[in-house]
């Protein structure tokens, strides 16, 4: 990356070899200047831009850490479970349905 004063070197030396201009006229180059005044800033500008930190992973690992484990789920009384009962009319929805029971042996 460029110092300021090697950036100033280099914008006097480049300056100093360009050859005379003639005063603009219309339609005698001047897009051309302005385009090349919006490319030279361009350049100028990024090589005077503040660096950028890129992420670097880190030399360690992070600590471990502890999980408590969830206790173990209780036990279901006597071998019961869920299941489709008998299909039932049900006259607010007006459609079959078919309720879910609790089944125990």
Request: glycine share 14%; charged share 10%.
């Amino acid at each position: 990356m460029l110092k300021p004063f090697g950036l100033a070197c280099a914008t006097i030396a480049v300056l100093a070899i360009l050859p005379p201009t003639q005063p603009a006229h219309a339609g005698n180059g001047v897009a051309f200047g302005i385009l090349g005044g919006l490319a030279a800033g361009t350049i100028i500008g990024s090589a005077v831009a503040a660096p950028r930190y890129y992420y670097e992973p880190m030399p360690y690992e992070p600590m471990p850490v502890e999980v408590e484990m969830a206790p173990p789920p209780a036990p279901m009384g006597g071998g019961c479970y869920w299941t489709r009962g008998a299909p039932a009319w049900d006259g607010y929805r007006g459609v079959w349905v078919r309720p879910r029971v609790q089944v125990c042996d």
